[in-house]
């Protein structure tokens, strides 16, 4: 009896709760209002996001295209070119360092490429002509204009060169995006032109000055200045020799003193420095000419500008 008694408060209970939950009806879940306002930005961000257009597929890479092949060739002069006369030789006795062959991107720099062709092949204009400045470990130059035969120094071009066409490759963005980004790549000079300034005054002037990079490492600075429009295949050890020709490199001092003058507004300080990098040996194009592809073949090579 006592047991009854003392079990039936829980069952009381038990059932009172079970009673109540019974009785309490389930409530909603929460519902979510967004105002106005906000129900119209995202659908103008909806509608904005699906309505940009799809980004610029990316700009096709140069076309580097090797439609001809020019060959260089490269000797040192022992006793030097003669100050005076008309000798076509030049140098009595030459030592050959080699030959280079280049190739030639055709569709990349059109005019440039025909320019340079005619300077080595129809009228070899390029023949006799100096290495006239090697920076160590960057680049050389060739192919200098002087002034007119008559008054140029030997191993320079004599202007006027007007039978060539006005280049208009250097109005074109396209024919920059190539890099100097190693050792045997072969560029018209602009930022690095030292043609004679009144050479330039001239109306008719053509612009044949190239530069061959030397390496071993890239010339960065000469990016988006210069047109790559060729490059080494074939003699990038007569690159490495000339490149080994020491040159004139005036003491700190003198460099000081120029810089100074130069600032000043001395124009004997740009006399001054365009003998500098000039090499102390005479190296010179011996010949030059157009490497003629086998008349049975219909495609032209191409090869990377990567590779030598």
């Known amino acids: 009896m006592n047991h009854v008694l003392q079990s039936s408060p829980v069952r009381a209970s038990s059932s009172l709760m ?21 129900f ?11 309505s940009l257009p799809s980004p610029p597929a990316p700009a096709p890479p140069p076309d580097t295209t090797i439609t001809d092949r020019i ?23 030459p030592a050959p360092l080699g030959r280079l062959i280049i190739g030639l991107y055709g569709h990349l720099a059109p005019i440039t490429v025909s320019n340079f062709k005619a300077m080595c092949s129809s009228r070899s204009l390029y023949r006799n002509t100096l290495v006239h400045k090697i920076f160590p470990g960057q680049f050389f130059l060739a192919g200098r204009q002087g002034l007119s035969r008559r008054d140029s ?3 320079e071009l004599h202007p006027p060169l007007d039978f060539l066409p006005p280049n208009t490759d250097t109005l074109r963005p396209n024919a920059f995006l190539l890099k100097h980004s190693r050792g045997g790549v072969v560029s018209l000079c602009l930022s690095e032109n030292d043609d004679d300034p009144d050479v330039k005054l001239d109306p008719h002037y053509r612009n ?12 960065p600075q000469l990016d988006n200045k210069n047109i790559v429009f060729g490059t080494v295949l074939q003699g990038l050890d007569v690159v490495a020799a000339i490149a080994s020709i020491p040159t004139y490199k005036p003491s700190e001092r003198i460099q000081k003193y120029n810089e100074l003058a130069a ?7 740009d006399t001054a420095r ?8 005479t190296v010179y194009i011996s010949d030059c000419g157009e490497l003629k592809l086998k008349p049975n073949a219909t495609t032209k090579p191409s090869i990377s500008p990567t590779l030598p």
Do not use: H, Q, Y
């Open 263 to 269: 600032f000043i507004g001395d124009k004997r300080a």
């Open 71 to 93: 060959f260089m060739d490269f000797s040192l002069c022992p006793t030097f070119f003669r100050p005076e006369g008309t000798d076509p030789t030049l140098c009595s006795s």
């Open 40 to 50: 119209l930005f995202f659908s103008s961000t909806t509608s904005t996001a699906l």
């Open 208 to 219: 044949v000055e190239f530069l061959i990079t030397t390496g071993p490492g890239p010339c």
């Open 274 to 281: 365009a003998i500098w990098n000039r090499p102390l040996k």
């Open 153 to 155: 120094k030997l191993g």
């Open 18 to 38: 079970t009673m109540m939950m019974a009785a309490t009806p389930s409530s909603p879940p929460p519902s979510i209002s967004f105002p106005r306002r906000t």
